[in-house]
């Protein structure tokens, strides 16, 4: 199979070529995934079907999609691996038997860029209608296993289920940095009134030009839509998608015009990708219409069902005077933990509590979906009770805007703001109806007045005292009006370097799914890390949390021994084991040239050298962090070693003999 993987993957003497072409400046690769639709199918009995190969050869005799510029002689030499009867590979190692073509290159781009891309055609050409859940986990999976070989994807699809694909696969991917471009087309490639060229060459662009756009999206009619986003507007029109309420994250007409304020991006970029493999199939969308029987909403909240997209009228309105629809609703949603996410029928606009009609619903723990498009909500619900078992973890992850799926309301009264102005002690509280008021101030106050450098000052203490006091539910409502926990106080300290110096582990698991930097480093020098080991409460789960998501201790070799010879200093023998669970040798050198081992001498802690010296007996390091106790992991010494000599050239016996610290001296010299 590895050979097989081999003819994916694109050959490096072909891109070191493309790389030394005349007028050319940078080389882009994308990979392109062929799952079927209209854009590759064949006119045939009066119908159009798909056919085999057609649309990868179809590309290759087309100069806009093939260049023929590019050193056709020179090309064809490199793809060796194929000989002149065969443009396609043997079968490839993906989840669906598929084969690929020969390398293409599209002509070099307005700045200068060379696109080589390579088609991926899946042996099972499927119309969208049939495509179902598992389809576009095996899409994200194949991509899984060359992310790391392109600069970006292209999947070509039917047009008709797209919509629902791009909301899935914009959930599957977790912690995506590259794009991810859906497109289709009404018509074959081939025909003449086909929207399928301009489709495809836009999407091999946005795939590859590196414009910094880490989502999945739709390119259509010359514009790229956020996938989740997007809805099927046409049956038979060739402006097949929009966007109701999300505007285009990009546009190609004279020239390309990014909106990067508008692009949503990972929060953990040092966090590699990963393919959720689990939607939950067990979900449905129940759309309310005057007269609607008792029974027939009966009938969707029935086992084996889990999740239900209720979509409702106007801004989310139910009949409130229905007493039976009400009660129904409530035994589904609070006694029989349902998720329930209300939805508006409508395109445009969104879910709000402006009547009673729809405020009702929020006393019966439904979830509103704001302006979710049905796709978005569906395939939300899906990942969301999929990934997540506690009901109401469930009813938080679908209220957060995940990928950028929805717009998240903030504002709230002007009574509101004028109470948080008026009563800083509550300010501090962060009650709900507080953050939100603030959640005003710091997107819609005057640019030109006061509110915005008030609320700037005041939401980062908001924040740490958050953290540092446990309360999850307010860092939640402060994340979903910032966005993000990238605030500090006075010294500099993060919410998680505060988080980790109390030992929450529930919280810096919450700042550090939510994107929080675990490097950060405060006016003193220290990381998280070092706040998470000098905590009195700290465990080895935490220490292993952190360091999970990349946290490290200070970068300066002599910086992480002071730390550690502070301990050494202090006799603190379980935070010392709590260093080396982080990585530290033990043996490092501080500014002045000693190590622990030395320090603890100097300091005559006797049971600190005996442990810093004693053998390391291999304990399961898994078993310990799985502990949350630290005796479970005091079973080890350091085994350092015990001839290390200072900076200066001192050991540590000829140190403890200088002092004449006769107990340190028969211990050390026990082990010479």
């Known amino acids: 199979m590895e050979n097989a993987r081999d003819y994916v993957i694109l050959e490096d003497e072909l891109v070191d070529y493309a790389k030394n072409e005349e007028g050319c400046e940078s080389v882009g690769s994308v990979l392109v995934l062929y799952t079927g639709g209209a854009i590759g199918m064949q006119p045939r009995d009066g119908a159009y079907e798909p056919e085999p190969h057609y649309l990868t050869n179809y590309l290759t005799q087309m100069p806009i999609f093939n260049d023929t510029l590019f050193c056709r002689q020179k090309r064809e030499e490199l793809n060796r691996r194929w000989t002149s009867k065969e443009q396609f590979s043997p079968r490839l190692p993906t989840c669906r038997p598929s084969t690929a073509s020969v390398t293409l290159a599209i002509p070099l781009t307005v700045r200068k860029r060379r696109i080589l891309y390579r088609v991926i055609e899946y042996a099972e050409l499927l119309d969208s209608s049939n495509c179902v859940m598992d389809h576009w986990i095996s899409l994200a999976k194949d991509i899984e296993q060359w992310y790391d070989h392109f600069t970006g994807f292209v999947i070509l699809h039917g047009t008709d289920t797209l919509p629902c694909a791009a909301s899935a696969l914009s959930f599957i991917f977790e912690n995506l940095e590259k794009p991810v471009v859906l497109t289709g087309s009404e018509l074959p490639i081939t025909q003449l009134c086909s929207d399928g060229q301009h489709n495809l060459l836009g999407a091999l662009l946005f795939a590859g030009a590196e ?26 029109d060739v402006d097949i998608f929009v966007s109701p309420n999300c505007p ?53 909240f029935q086992p084996p069902v889990e999740g239900v997209i209720l979509q409702t009228y106007g801004a989310g309105n139910v009949p409130s005077n229905n007493q039976e629809l009400i009660e129904i609703l409530r035994e589904a949603s609070l006694e029989r933990k349902i998720l329930i996410l209300n939805t508006t029928q409508c395109w445009r606009g969104t879910v709000a509590v402006v ?19 049905p796709e978005a909500a569906l395939m939300k619900m899906a990942y969301v009770l999929a990934k997540w078992k506690d009901p109401a973890t469930r009813r938080r992850m679908l209220a957060h805007s995940l990928r950028g799926e929805m717009t998240e309301p903030i504002l709230e009264t002007r009574v509101g703001l004028q109470s948080i102005i008026a009563s800083p002690r509550e300010m501090i509280d962060a009650s709900l109806e507080h953050t939100r008021g603030l959640g005003e101030l710091l997107s819609n106050a005057d640019a030109n007045g006061l509110a915005p450098q008030w609320a700037q000052k005041v939401f980062p203490a908001l924040m740490c005292v958050a953290a540092e006091t446990d309360d999850t539910e307010t860092l939640e409502q402060l994340f979903r009006i910032a966005g993000h926990f990238e605030w500090f106080d006075h010294s500099h ?25 675990p490097n950060v ?45 502070n301990a050494a200093r202090l006799g603190l023998i379980r935070r010392l084991r709590l260093y080396k669970l982080a990585g530290l040798t033990l043996e490092e050198l501080d500014a002045e040239g000693r190590a622990a081992l030395h320090t603890a001498v100097v300091y005559r802690q006797l049971n600190t050298v005996r442990y810093l010296i004693a053998p390391a007996r291999g304990s399961s390091s898994t078993n310990l962090y799985e502990s949350s106790e630290l005796d479970m992991f005091e079973v080890d010494g350091a085994e350092v070693d015990p001839h290390q000599r200072t900076g200066y050239g001192m050991s540590a016996l000829e140190e403890a003999k200088r002092r004449n610290f006769t107990e340190i001296v028969q211990v050390l010299e026990a082990c010479q």
């Open 248 to 300: 285009p994250l990009a546009e190609s007409r004279e020239d390309i015009k990014i909106y990067y304020d508008r692009i949503w991006k990972s929060n953990d970029k040092k966090r590699r990708l990963r393919v959720n493999p689990d939607l939950c199939p067990n979900v449905a969308i129940l759309r309310l219409f005057p007269s609607i029987s008792a029974e027939t909403i009966k009938a969707f």
């Open 355 to 373: 009547y009673a009609t729809g405020a009702i619903l929020n006393t019966l723990g439904v979830v509103s979906g704001c302006d979710m498009t």
């Open 211 to 236: 414009y910094g756009i880490p989502e999945v999206t739709v390119y259509s009619q010359k514009q790229l839509l956020r996938g989740n986003r997007t809805v099927k507007s046409s049956a038979t």
């Open 521 to 565: 480093v405060d006016k003193f020098g220290y990381t998280p890390l070092s706040y998470a080991i000098r905590s009195n409460n700290s465990t080895p789960a935490l220490i292993e949390l952190i360091r999970q998501y990349g946290g490290r201790l200070p970068a300066f070799m002599s910086a992480k021994a002071k730390e550690a010879n």
């Open 493 to 517: 300290r993060s919410p998680l370097h505060l988080a980790a110096s109390v030992g929450s582990i529930v919280v810096c698991r919450l700042l550090l799914d939510g994107g929080a930097n």
